[in-house]
Nanobody
Framework: VQLQASGGGLVQAGGSLRLSCAAS????????MGWYRQAPGKQRELVAR???????NYAESVKGRFTIVRDAAKNTVYLQMNSLKPEDTAVYYC????????????????WGQGTQVTVSS
């Protein structure tokens, strides 16, 4: 299972960015996809995720500003980030929780490469 993320960058406070993450490879079943982030000196935290049934959940700090949507046919999720704040600065990691064809009986977390989001004040 491979995850290809894109869309990070530098933006001023109040601006917007859109992250994309496409999953490929031997996916047996997909339970959820989403985004986590890690700021320097901090632990990785959930930003938003969406289940295979289409139910989203968000970190309290991003509710009302971020929106996660999915294209099930493409195994792709998008994170629309509006009203960005300097505290949103972090490396954002795409995540897939599911089963690969090589291990269909064991669900696992799969991670993409991080993409840097920097919000200047």
């Amino acid at each position: 299972v491979q995850l290809q993320a894109s869309g990070g960058g530098l933006v001023q406070a109040g601006g917007s960015l859109r992250l994309s993450c496409a999953a490929s490879g031997a996916i047996f079943s997909l339970s959820a996809m989403g985004w986590y982030r890690q700021a320097p000196g901090k632990q990785r935290e959930l930003v938003a995720r969406i289940t295979s049934g289409g139910s989203p959940n968000y970190a309290e700090s991003v509710k009302g500003r971020f929106t996660i949507v999915r294209d099930a046919a493409k195994n792709t999720v998008y994170l629309q980030m509006n009203s960005l704040k300097p505290e949103d600065t972090a490396v954002y990691y795409c995540n897939l929780y599911g089963r690969s064809s090589s291990q269909p009986h064991r669900a696992a977390d799969y991670w993409g490469q991080g993409t840097q989001v920097t919000v200047s004040s």
